[in-house]
């Protein structure tokens, strides 16, 4: 006999925790109650309404089952013109639902019935070879497990008892009315075929389900609401009820949920009890107390059921002891994030890849006048940037959703609070780990702009006023000069050598005055400097032809044209007038991310002992020098970010110029 598949699909079993409890709670008000299969017909009838389940009414399954296939049935006869008028009647009568295979030697059943898969047998009575009663036992003997039918013109009583004893399923006689006798046999075969297939069914279902029961990865516990309202002792439990608990099936069925309950009292479960009776379904936490005595946290999600007047709850139980302590965990680290968030000392806001800000700390909110309630899940970080960086950020936002390594981690840009006041800010942006949203670190440097714009300011009115105190005093040196000349004419020139010596040093001394001045503003311009025509320039006016002069190609730098000029002039006057040389080189070098450019001399070497101190302002080992030359030269380099130090190789006299390459 064909095997019909259980009536719910096994698609549904892993469904979540509400769905289970509520399919097996229907399940078990008929299994472990012992439901009738009427009440089981009912039972999935009810699933097939609320989840509409193909399978779910065993009857509905049946008619489905028949359509699609017919009906085999063995008929056995010793009259082999009734078994022909059988076939034809049933067969036409039936639409050809139900299929005859005629059989006239009874001794051949068993065989016959191995060979192929029948849905039933028809018998007769009192034949040659066997009796349907002895086939009847020899098919129980052989465990048969298939519907037979009786078809005998016989009327004896003892011999129906005796066929219906041994577990024949019907007993037809035979009559002369073909129409109605075989119409009879037709309703027979229907009715025994399509008991043994729905019992086939509810076995194999039952089997199945219990299965499922047994080896939910949850407990389930099955007990009944008292009159009180209060639940009443276990009915059944499943194995993991045990493993959990550590009671045994026994000591469970002693038990109520009451007594397993550590957390709540008596009127606490019994208002829970009442809002299950309310809701018919309700999900909870309490702990549960083992038969150690330890206290575990459960979840429960509790179904209620009207059964034979009696309310009966199925509960399924989760041991949430883990997910508490990840909870737990997960909480912690929260916190110890959000304290990090908030205590960075910058303005930090974190946004998702659409741009809507999901976090905002405090000093973001001191920031931008907004509070944390204004922009979280409500605002775009972008709206904080005006114009024109605005349109730049949009550009860089999108370059770093798809490689946020082409853009650069920290840049200068403004920012708008909510008064429509322009900040001026350092930004940092940087992708979080794992994730697709981005922290923004936000630094306010609006007062360090506007200090460094006056102290710019008050360098450049400095620098101003050495200008134009130099233009006077220059003039009154020139005239000073003038007069001498003109009395050295007159009188002995005993003190004008003297007079004239003083007054150059007077007019270096505000020469160098005005280069310091001007080396210690700020570089401003940063234009492509041709070293090569530069340095050519400056050597031409200061280094006397006398002196070789050779040169390396040096290509173009990123600097202040004018005051790299001042570096090379002090640096080739420094070497002509302290190291007397016959030979001055400009060379270039790189090494790892840096480019060396190196201005030697062959003259006289530099003592040991002072060549730490060549870059101090006012020192000189020459008297009657500014000692302002080199320190000048080392304002203006460093202002460019780059260094310069000093080396003796060779009896060369070496100032290394280090500039990095990016």
Same mark, same amino acid.
Request: aromatic share 8%; glycine share 4%; proline share 3%.
């Given at each position: 006999?064909?095997?019909?598949?259980?009536?719910?699909?096994?698609?549904?079993?892993?469904?979540?925790?509400?769905?289970?409890?509520?399919?097996?709670?229907?399940?078990?008000?008929?299994?472990?109650?012992?439901?009738?299969?009427?009440?089981?017909?009912?039972?999935?009838?009810?699933?097939?309404?609320?989840?509409?389940?193909?399978?779910?009414?065993?009857?509905?399954?049946?008619?489905?089952?028949?359509?699609?296939?017919?009906?085999?049935?063995?008929?056995?006869?010793?009259?082999?013109?009734?078994?022909?008028?059988?076939?034809?009647?049933?067969?036409?009568?039936?639409?050809?639902?139900?299929?005859?295979?005629?059989?006239?030697?009874?001794?051949?059943?068993?065989?016959?019935?191995?060979?192929?898969?029948?849905?039933?047998?028809?018998?007769?009575?009192?034949?040659?070879?066997?009796?349907?009663?002895?086939?009847?036992?020899?098919?129980?003997?052989?465990?048969?497990?298939?519907?037979?039918?009786?078809?005998?013109?016989?009327?004896?009583?003892?011999?129906?008892?005796?066929?219906?004893?041994?577990?024949?399923?019907?007993?037809?006689?035979?009559?002369?009315?073909?129409?109605?006798?075989?119409?009879?046999?037709?309703?027979?075969?229907?009715?025994?075929?399509?008991?043994?297939?729905?019992?086939?069914?509810?076995?194999?279902?039952?089997?199945?389900?219990?299965?499922?029961?047994?080896?939910?990865?949850?407990?389930?516990?099955?007990?009944?609401?008292?009159?009180?309202?209060?639940?009443?002792?276990?009915?059944?439990?499943?194995?993991?009820?045990?493993?959990?608990?550590?009671?045994?099936?026994?000591?469970?069925?002693?038990?109520?949920?009451?007594?397993?309950?550590?957390?709540?009292?008596?009127?606490?479960?019994?208002?829970?009890?009442?809002?299950?009776?309310?809701?018919?379904?309700?999900?909870?936490?309490?702990?549960?107390?083992?038969?150690?005595?330890?206290?575990?946290?459960?979840?429960?999600?509790?179904?209620?059921?009207?059964?034979?007047?009696?309310?009966?709850?199925?509960?399924?139980?989760?041991?949430?002891?883990?997910?508490?302590?990840?909870?737990?965990?997960?909480?912690?680290?929260?916190?110890?994030?959000?304290?990090?968030?908030?205590?960075?000392?910058?303005?930090?806001?974190?946004?998702?890849?659409?741009?809507?800000?999901?976090?905002?700390?405090?000093?973001?909110?001191?920031?931008?006048?907004?509070?944390?309630?204004?922009?979280?899940?409500?605002?775009?970080?972008?709206?904080?940037?005006?114009?024109?960086?605005?349109?730049?950020?949009?550009?860089?936002?999108?370059?770093?959703?798809?490689?946020?390594?082409?853009?650069?981690?920290?840049?200068?840009?403004?920012?708008?609070?909510?008064?429509? /006041? #322009?900040?001026?800010? !350092?930004?940092?942006? *940087?992708?979080?780990? +794992? =994730?697709?949203?981005?922290?923004? @670190?936000?630094?306010?440097?609006?007062?360090?702009?506007?200090?460094?714009?006056?102290?710019?300011?008050?360098?450049?009115?400095?620098?101003?006023?050495?200008?134009?105190?130099?233009?006077?005093?220059?003039?009154?040196?020139?005239?000073?000069?003038?007069?001498?000349?003109?009395?050295?004419?007159?009188?002995?020139?005993?003190?004008?050598?003297?007079?004239?010596?003083?007054?150059?040093?007077?007019?270096?001394?505000?020469?160098?005055?005005?280069?310091?001045?001007?080396?210690?503003?700020?570089?401003?311009?940063?234009?492509?400097?041709?070293?090569?025509?530069?340095?050519?320039?400056?050597?031409?006016? /200061? #280094?006397?032809?006398? !002196?070789?002069?050779? *040169?390396?190609?040096? +290509? =173009?730098?990123?600097?202040?044209? @004018?005051?790299?000029?001042?570096?090379?002039?002090?640096?080739?006057?420094?070497?002509?007038?302290?190291?007397?040389?016959?030979?001055?080189?400009?060379?270039?070098?790189?090494?790892?991310?840096?480019?060396?450019?190196?201005?030697?001399?062959?003259?006289?070497?530099?003592?040991?002992?002072?060549?730490?101190?060549?870059?101090?302002?006012?020192?000189?080992?020459?008297?009657?020098?500014?000692?302002?030359?080199?320190?000048?030269?080392?304002?203006?380099?460093?202002?460019?970010?780059?260094?310069?130090?000093?080396?003796?190789?060779?009896?060369?006299?070496?100032?290394?110029?280090?500039?990095?390459?990016?």
């Amino acid at each position: 006999m064909e095997t019909i598949l259980p009536t719910l699909s096994f698609r549904y079993i892993f469904k979540p925790l509400i769905f289970q409890s509520l399919v097996l709670s229907q399940l078990f008000l008929c299994l472990v109650l012992e439901t009738e299969v009427s009440n089981l017909y009912l039972f999935n009838y009810r699933l097939h309404e609320v989840f509409s389940l193909e399978s779910s009414n065993p009857k509905m399954m049946m008619k489905k089952h028949q359509k699609n296939n017919t009906i085999q049935v063995l008929h056995i006869d010793d009259e082999t013109d009734f078994l022909t008028l059988s076939k034809d009647y049933v067969e036409r009568l039936s639409n050809g639902e139900i299929q005859i295979d005629p059989l006239s030697d009874p001794s051949l059943a068993l065989e016959t019935l191995h060979n192929k898969e029948y849905d039933a047998v028809v018998c007769d009575y009192l034949m040659p070879a066997m009796d349907e009663v002895n086939l009847l036992r020899k098919i129980k003997e052989e465990k048969i497990n298939i519907p037979f039918i009786i078809f005998t013109g016989r009327s004896r009583e003892e011999v129906v008892i005796d066929a219906l004893n041994l577990g024949a399923d019907s007993y037809i006689r035979k009559s002369t009315d073909a129409q109605s006798q075989f119409t009879e046999l037709i309703s027979n075969i229907n009715k025994v075929v399509e008991g043994k297939r729905v019992e086939a069914a509810f076995i194999e279902s039952e089997e199945k389900f219990r299965y499922i029961f047994q080896h939910a990865n949850d407990a389930v516990y099955l007990y009944p609401m008292k009159e009180d309202g209060m639940p009443g002792n276990f009915i059944e439990v499943n194995d993991n009820a045990s493993k959990v608990l550590g009671y045994s099936k026994e000591e469970f069925l002693k038990l109520s949920p009451l007594e397993l309950d550590a957390s709540r009292t008596e009127k606490d479960i019994l208002n829970i009890m009442k809002e299950v009776t309310k809701k018919k379904q309700m999900t909870f936490e309490v702990k549960h107390k083992t038969k150690e005595g330890k206290s575990i946290p459960v979840e429960i999600s509790t179904h209620l059921f009207d059964y034979k007047g009696k309310q009966v709850l199925l509960s399924y139980v989760r041991d949430i002891s883990n997910r508490n302590i990840r909870k737990e965990e997960l909480q912690q680290s929260y916190n110890l994030y959000r304290t990090l968030f908030e205590t960075t000392g910058t303005a930090n806001l974190l946004f998702d890849e659409k741009g809507t800000i999901i976090l905002f700390n405090s000093r973001m909110e001191n920031l931008s006048g907004f509070t944390r309630e204004d922009v979280e899940g409500k605002r775009k970080w972008l709206e904080f940037i005006p114009q024109p960086e605005l349109d730049m950020m949009i550009k860089l936002n999108e370059i770093r959703k798809t490689d946020a390594s082409l853009v650069p981690d920290q840049y200068e840009s403004r920012f708008i609070n909510n008064e429509g /006041i #322009i900040k001026n800010i !350092i930004l940092s942006v *940087k992708t979080v780990p +794992g =994730t697709t949203n981005f922290l923004a @670190s936000i630094t306010d440097i609006t007062e360090r702009k506007r200090a460094e714009d006056e102290i710019s300011k008050q360098k450049e009115e400095l620098s101003d006023f050495a200008h134009f105190m130099g233009h006077d005093i220059r003039n009154s040196l020139a005239a000073i000069e003038g007069y001498v000349e003109q009395l050295k004419e007159k009188y002995e020139d005993l003190y004008f050598e003297k007079i004239l010596r003083r007054t150059n040093y007077v007019g270096n001394l505000l020469e160098h005055s005005i280069e310091l001045a001007e080396a210690g503003t700020a570089v401003e311009k940063t234009d492509q400097v041709d070293l090569d025509r530069l340095v050519e320039t400056v050597a031409d006016v /200061i #280094i006397p032809k006398s !002196i070789k002069f050779t *040169k390396e190609s040096l +290509g =173009t730098i990123k600097g202040d044209n @004018s005051k790299l000029s001042q570096v090379f002039k002090n640096l080739f006057e420094n070497s002509l007038a302290h190291g007397k040389p016959n030979k001055i080189s400009v060379t270039k070098s790189e090494k790892k991310d840096k480019i060396v450019i190196s201005i030697s001399n062959d003259g006289i070497i530099i003592d040991e002992k002072i060549i730490n101190k060549v870059f101090d302002r006012g020192f000189s080992s020459k008297k009657g020098s500014t000692g302002l030359g080199l320190s000048i030269v080392k304002k203006i380099v460093e202002g460019h970010g780059w260094e310069i130090s000093i080396d003796k190789k060779e009896k060369l006299t070496n100032f290394r110029i280090e500039i990095p390459t990016n």
